[in-house]
């Protein structure tokens, strides 16, 4: 067995021991501080990440659960930024915290390792152990709030939500078992001519891609996301739109391609009417809303709809775009709730009017907002524009073959025009609304303004120099076979 | 480097070179964004005039330039001039100059604003000069996007807010689905990549299949279309016009509107031609709508930014119709529309602007006999009124009478119709907003109207009328230029149709470049 294989995910748990560890010879007043250690470990582990060796065939550990490939490396360091991303904004946001600072910093590290554990399953026990690390650090991290009833109550709702899907997940799994009787994608995709054949086997599947969707909130599964959103302590918050939901896509995309490919070509309707009505659903139902939280969870929805159009074109540009899509998604999310933290720590509600002048309270973060909008509407030259760009690419690419992606696309254009009515309304709140209740200059400390500048050169980079991220998306989706 | 990259690099180092000027300096904003501009425009007119001497690059582009950008998917940052892009940039930067020097009532947050203005320049210029499908859209955004911002913060009027919004989401439903169309145009040819020379070479060989041809060309005709305000999808003008601060006006409708035109020209017509005789009816019908409809509204307007507005919307319909003669002259014509209503635009938003600055509102009702007070305004209100209804001597003229000769020659026999018929429409509301805003009784409360006094302030309109004259006395220099590159595209689409339609024709020697004849 080759366990050198899985080194980044055992120096994550390290990470999250030490944190723990640590945490009891700090004094309480310094242990907000610890985030920053946290974060520095784990960018230790992100830059070693660049120096672990990847082979084009496969490697697998753990007989065989364990897959070492192009596509989970990509995963493990989008996972590893967006964590590292978390951690900087919880340590920004540790005075709301009243107790257990140090728990929020351990159970991040500990979700993240959950989450790269994920990205390299490669059988259906190691999808569900992986999943379940991450969802239950996630029932925590909701309502780590204590003292506020909306934080328990996201907790709870996204607890009996989460419990339901994994539940759906589970059957789903016992059922494919049964039919198949192997966990391992290798052995199932094997015995497709066996498994095509059974409904039941196609039952279990779905119930499987059910209790993946409510992860990455595809309709009909995205109940759950505004409420929590909204209730969640902004750096959870932060993580779930952007760990959670990659974590789904990169087993929806494992699932499909390593286990069932057969059956995910003949499966393109069900993706196609998924992909258009989360766009719909997403964009229409973020058209009304005043909280930006709020916002946001239906904007992720939309955003989960037009990642689904990767998984509709069911075609190697379908999962690169997915991949670059995701990438530019990590920066532009992380820049957004960043500056609503800042911004609601003085005004304390995060309604939208609370942006009112803060173009004259701090310039930079009002730039920063304004962009991750820009780039959230796909307008160029940022990062959600290429995204977009290579979404469609691979739509269209599948219409010469049948007519009905057109369809699709045409969705996607009348998605993204809903959704420029809401994002310009942000942007619009902070330039030029008439109201200016408080005027006092909002003070950043150095690794936010870190964090916010990373966040703006990564939209930047990937939508004017998108070459080299692309190269790389590619090869992690040349992993998987189509 | 190339000549032409220098331009569309000129104003966008001037925009980051912007950032670095400390606040409170707004002269040297001022300075910084005229003497960008002012470069922009002399190195696009020699770029013009040197054109026929210089050398040809790959497909017959001139001042060529090509670096690579993502060569996984064959994006290239490509750029050249042929004959119907030459005139366009040169247009674009004397726009750019005019309204450079037409910010007045900008007076708050001036270094965002020159910023803005800056990077739309910027933008125009590069859609026009590129030969990539990517950075043609790309840099069409690009300038989109400061319009919008500059009509919200720095707009005027009381529907400011509505009338983002409402350009916004026009003009964002129309960019992407030419988007759309355009990667479907790119994965339908098979070609993979996004060049436009080889893409057209390669579409030359191995025409799209026509029921493809069918689906992309509405694509692009309608987000085309929405983007150059296509009735019934035109509301989106007036109300933006009317809302924009002037140089935004200015250099949207006069330039960056014509970009939907050129896109149906350069990618269209050669690449989906049967597509566009299977929606010729459609595509007639609609600008005659512009032409007739739009027309009819301008007459009943009460305010002047609305009446130009209006006016320029139904200017369109005859470029549109030049496009749809599918012919030589008619496209040659429709070319030497854009180019002349560029000008012509720009001018008469200019003039309103001034007007609306001077007075805080641009009623008809409440202005009159403005002549006596105001004779060089006066004059170059004239001049575009009589320039917007057709009059020889202005390049609006040449334009439109070679339109209509495309159009005789293969369009039926109403389409003419309906297009000599806006002239006299054109004729009624033009001299009647003469009437009504330079003759008669002057008021007492418009008594205190100042005329352009200095040359900066007479500066602008001079560029614009001079070259509308230029380019009205001697249109060869236009023509010329425009159609030695007309004639490829109209070949390619005649001998793709030949290809398609009838192989045996094309042996027998019939792929002449004489269009189809389309009957009803």
């Given at each position: 067995m080759n366990i050198s294989l899985c080194i980044l995910e055992i120096a994550v748990v390290l990470v999250g021991v030490a944190l723990l560890l640590l945490d009891l010879w700090t004094k309480p007043q310094r242990k907000h501080l610890l985030g920053y250690l946290g974060a520095a470990g784990l960018g230790l582990v992100l830059v070693g990440s660049f120096f672990v060796?990847?082979?084009?065939?496969?490697?697998?550990?753990?007989?065989?659960?364990?897959?070492?490939?192009?596509?989970?490396?990509?995963?493990?360091?989008?996972?590893?930024?967006?964590?590292?991303?978390?951690?900087?904004?919880?340590v920004e946001f540790a005075p709301r915290i009243e107790s257990g600072i140090s728990e929020f910093y351990t159970l991040s590290v500990f979700a993240l390792s959950g989450m790269m554990f994920a990205a390299s399953a490669?059988?259906?026990?190691?999808?569900?152990?992986?999943?379940?690390?991450?969802t239950i650090t996630f029932y925590i991290l909701t309502s780590f709030m204590k003292n506020r009833m909306q934080s328990l109550e996201a907790g709870v709702k996204y607890l009996i939500l989460g419990a339901l899907s994994s539940a759906f997940l589970v059957y789903g799994i016992a059922l494919v078992y049964g039919i198949s009787g192997s966990m391992a994608f290798s052995d199932i995709a094997a015995k497709s001519e066996l498994t095509l054949e059974s409904n039941?086997?196609?039952?279990?599947?779905?119930?499987?891609?059910?209790?993946?969707?409510?992860?990455?909130?595809?309709?009909?599964?995205?109940?759950?996301?505004?409420?929590?959103?909204?209730?969640?302590?902004?750096?959870?918050?932060?993580?779930?739109a952007i760990g959670s939901k990659a974590t789904g896509f990169v087993l929806i995309l494992r699932v499909l391609y390593s286990a069932v490919p057969e059956l995910a070509l003949s499966w393109e309707h069900l993706f196609m009417a998924m992909a258009a009505l989360t766009i719909l659903y997403g964009n229409l139902c973020a058209l009304p809303q005043r909280n930006l939280k709020r916002l946001l969870g239906y904007s992720s929805i939309?955003?989960?709809?037009?990642?689904?159009?990767?998984?509709?074109?069911?075609?190697?540009?379908?999962?690169?775009?997915?991949?670059?899509?995701?990438?530019?998604?990590?920066?532009?999310?992380?820049?957004?709730?960043?500056?609503?933290?800042?911004?609601?720590?003085?005004?304390?509600?995060?309604?939208?009017?609370?942006?009112?002048g803060l173009n004259e309270r701090s310039p930079f973060l009002a730039f920063a907002l304004t962009l991750s909008m820009v780039s959230l509407a796909g307008i160029p030259p940022l990062a959600g524009f290429f995204g977009k760009f290579l979404l469609v690419r691979a739509v269209i690419e599948q219409a010469s073959s049948y007519s009905a992606y057109y369809l699709l696309a045409g969705v996607a254009v009348v998605g993204v025009a809903i959704s420029i009515y809401y994002y310009f309304g942000v942007i619009r709140a902070i330039y030029w609304s008439k109201e200016t209740p408080d005027t006092s200059p909002i003070t950043t400390s150095g690794p936010i303004r870190f964090t916010l500048l990373a966040g703006l050169v990564g939209?930047?980079?990937?939508?004017?120099?998108?070459?080299?991220?692309?190269?790389?998306?590619?090869?992690?989706?040349?992993?998987?076979?189509y | 480097m190339s000549l032409l990259s220098f331009i569309i690099a000129t104003p966008l180092i001037a925009a980051i070179g912007l950032l670095f000027v400390p606040r409170g300096y707004s002269y040297l904003y001022q300075i910084i964004a005229r003497g960008a501009a002012g470069i922009t425009f002399l190195l696009s007119l020699g770029m013009f005039l040197f054109y026929p001497q210089m050398a040809s690059g790959p497909g017959g582009f001139k001042f060529y330039q090509k670096v690579a950008w993502v060569e996984s998917i064959g994006i290239n940052y490509q750029v050249g001039v042929d004959g119907i892009n030459v005139g366009l940039i040169l247009m674009g930067a004397a726009v750019a100059l005019a309204a450079s020097f037409a910010c007045w009532g900008i007076n708050r947050r001036e270094r965002d604003f020159y910023f803005l203005f800056l990077v739309m320049v910027g933008g125009i210029l590069g859609a026009f000069a590129s030969l990539d499908v990517f950075f043609f859209y790309f840099f069409h955004e690009l300038a989109l996007v400061p319009t919008f911002i500059m009509i919200g913060v720095w707009g005027r009027g009381e529907d400011r807010n509505y009338a983002t919004f409402k350009i916004t989401i026009y003009l964002t439903i129309g960019a992407m689905l030419a988007l759309v169309g355009l990667v479907a145009l790119y994965v339908q040819s098979?070609?993979?990549?996004?060049?436009?020379?080889?893409?057209?070479?390669?579409?030359?060989?191995?025409?799209?299949?026509?029921?493809?041809?069918?689906?992309?060309?509405?694509?692009?005709?309608?987000?085309?279309?929405?983007?150059?305000?296509?009735?019934?999808?035109?509301?989106?003008?007036?109300?933006?016009?009317?809302?924009?601060?002037?140089?935004?006006?200015?250099?949207?409708?006069?330039?960056?509107?014509?970009?939907?035109?050129?896109?149906?020209?350069?990618?269209?017509?050669?690449?989906?031609?049967?597509?566009?005789?299977?929606?010729?009816?459609?595509?007639?019908?609609?600008?005659?709508?512009?032409?007739?409809?739009?027309?009819?509204?301008?007459?009943?307007?009460k305010d002047l930014n609305f009446l130009i507005g209006n006016s320029s919307v139904a200017h369109m319909g005859m470029a549109f119709i030049g496009i749809a003669s599918l012919s030589l002259i008619g496209i040659t014509g429709a070319v030497a529309i854009m180019v002349a209503h560029g000008l012509l635009a720009a001018l008469s938003f200019g003039l309103s602007g001034y007007l609306y600055h001077e007075k805080g509102s641009v009623e008809i009702s409440q202005l009159g006999g403005l002549l006596q007070k105001i004779p060089f305004i006066g004059v170059c209100l004239v001049i575009a009124m009589l320039a917007g209804c057709g009059v020889p001597g202005f390049a609006n003229f040449a334009g439109e009478i070679l339109v209509l000769f495309g159009a005789w020659e293969s369009?039926?026999?109403?389409?003419?119709?309906?297009?000599?018929?806006?002239?006299?429409?054109?004729?009624?509301?033009?001299?009647?907003?003469?009437?009504?805003?330079?003759?008669?009784?002057?008021?007492?409360?418009?008594?205190?109207?100042?005329?352009?006094?200095?040359?900066?302030?007479?500066?602008?309109?001079?560029?614009?009328?001079?070259?509308?004259?230029?380019?009205?006395?001697?249109?060869?220099?236009?023509?010329?230029?425009?159609?030695?590159?007309?004639?490829?595209?109209?070949?390619?689409?005649?001998?793709?149709?030949?290809?398609?339609?009838?192989?045996?024709?094309?042996?027998?020697?019939?792929?002449?470049?004489?269009?189809?004849?389309?009957?009803?």
């Open positions: 060796p990847v082979t084009d065939v496969p490697q697998t550990a753990f007989g065989g659960m364990f897959v070492h490939d192009h596509l989970a490396l990509f995963f493990k360091q989008l996972f590893l930024l967006a964590t590292i991303g978390v951690l900087i904004l919880s490669n059988n259906f026990v190691m999808v569900f152990v992986s999943l379940e690390v991450v039941i086997f196609k039952l279990g599947i779905l119930f499987v891609l059910a209790g993946l969707g409510f992860k990455i909130a595809a309709f009909p599964y995205q109940i759950w996301t505004p409420d929590v959103y909204q209730g969640a302590p902004t750096p959870a918050t932060a993580f779930l939309a955003n989960a709809g037009y990642l689904m159009l990767g998984i509709a074109a069911l075609s190697p540009s379908g999962s690169t775009a997915i991949l670059y899509y995701l990438g530019g998604y990590l920066f532009t999310i992380l820049t957004a709730f960043t500056v609503i933290t800042l911004v609601s720590r003085s005004a304390g509600n995060e309604d939208i009017s609370s942006l009112a939209m930047l980079y990937l939508g004017i120099m998108p070459d080299r991220v692309l190269k790389i998306a590619e090869l992690a989706a040349a992993s998987l076979q | 098979g070609a993979q990549t996004f060049d436009m020379i080889e893409l057209t070479n390669h579409v030359k060989e191995n025409p799209i299949p026509v029921d493809q041809q069918k689906v992309i060309f509405p694509l692009l005709l309608f987000g085309f279309g929405i983007l150059v305000s296509l009735w019934p999808l035109h509301t989106w003008a007036p109300v933006g016009y009317g809302a924009a601060p002037t140089p935004a006006a200015m250099l949207h409708a006069g330039v960056l509107k014509k970009f939907g035109l050129y896109g149906l020209i350069r990618l269209a017509i050669p690449m989906v031609p049967e597509g566009i005789r299977a929606w010729l009816e459609v595509f007639c019908f609609l600008a005659l709508g512009n032409i007739l409809y739009c027309g009819w509204v301008a007459m009943r307007q369009l039926p026999w109403f389409v003419v119709a309906g297009a000599w018929g806006a002239l006299i429409i054109g004729a009624v509301y033009c001299l009647r907003a003469i009437r009504n805003i330079l003759h008669g009784a002057l008021s007492e409360e418009n008594s205190q109207f100042n005329d352009a006094s200095t040359l900066t302030t007479k500066f602008p309109f001079l560029v614009l009328v001079i070259l509308l004259v230029i380019f009205g006395v001697y249109p060869r220099l236009l023509t010329d230029r425009v159609s030695q590159s007309v004639e490829p595209l109209i070949n390619q689409a005649n001998d793709t149709t030949a290809q398609i339609v009838a192989p045996s024709a094309a042996l027998l020697g019939q792929n002449t470049p004489t269009a189809v004849r389309v009957d009803f």
